[in-house]
T-cell receptor, first 115, second 110 residues
Framework: NAGVMQNPRHLVRRRGQEARLRCSPM?????VYWYRQLPEEGLKFMVY????????ESGMPKERFSAEFPKEGPSILRIQQVVRGDSAAYFC?????????????FGSGTQLSVL | GEDVEQSLFLSVREGDSSVINCTYT??????LYWYKQEPGAGLQLLTY?????DMKQDQRLTVLLNKKDKHLSLRIADTQTGDSAIYFC??????????FGTGTQLKVEL
């Protein structure tokens, strides 16, 4: 039973380009969460999605960032016109249900470097 | 919003016990977690405790929860070099939006 899969592991972009980060949740999980870890900081919540729905995007920057979790395929975190401050590790987590007491399982993250 | 704080560094000798501390502000937190992050890797869930418990033991790991003081600790017995990593405390209220501490860098010396 594969865990949460994220790709790519490392992504290098120049300023102004677009970054697309993918996350495939664990089998049977329909809830996906994206977190961002800036250098030497803890993880900060960005967005929580269920299939085809954004449930909570209170941690997402208002501009340039978007997320989706289509009916088929992985969840995508998209960053348009990247800037150096977007350089961070982006982690995806999934859970089976929402419930408040469901454990989250994290992927290995995507390290985004903006040149 | 929720605030979770941890000390940044802890250094112990191999074989000693390590105690990593965490304080939080939201008394409605239902589940409290400890995650381990090794260099270049994702987060590994180590253990968790439900808010109506005071203590949970899992092999070398002991979690203590003081709800009155909003204090959580992780004790690692017989610390090994393989335990060197960053340890994150995380808490959740309703739903699964975790709030993480800044992490404690544990260094195990021979």
């Amino acid at each position: 039973n594969a865990g949460v899969m994220q790709n790519p592991r490392h992504l290098v972009r120049r300023r102004g380009q677009e970054a697309r980060l993918r996350c495939s949740p664990m089998k049977g999980h329909s809830h996906v969460y994206w977190y961002r870890q800036l250098p030497e900081e803890g993880l900060k919540f960005m967005v929580y999605l269920q299939k085809e729905n954004i449930i909570d995007e209170s941690g997402m920057p208002k501009e340039r960032f978007s997320a989706e979790f289509p009916k088929e395929g992985p969840s995508i975190l998209r960053i348009q016109q990247v800037v150096r401050g977007d350089s961070a590790a982006y982690f995806c987590a999934s859970s089976h249900d929402r419930g408040g007491d469901e454990k989250l399982f994290f992927g290995s993250g995507t390290q985004l470097s903006v040149l | 919003g929720e605030d979770v704080e941890q000390s940044l560094f802890l250094s112990v000798r191999e074989g000693d016990s390590s105690v990593i501390n965490c304080t939080y502000t939201d008394s409605s937190s239902t589940y409290l977690y400890w995650y381990k992050q090794e260099p270049g890797a994702g987060l590994q869930l180590l253990t968790y405790i439900f808010s109506n418990m005071d203590m949970k033991q899992d092999q070398r790991l002991t979690v203590l929860l003081n709800k009155k003081d909003k204090h959580l600790s992780l004790r690692i017995a017989d610390t090994q070099t393989g335990d060197s990593a960053i340890y994150f405390c995380a808490v959740t209220g309703g739903g699964n939006k975790l709030t993480f501490g800044t992490g404690t860098q544990l260094k195990v010396e021979l």
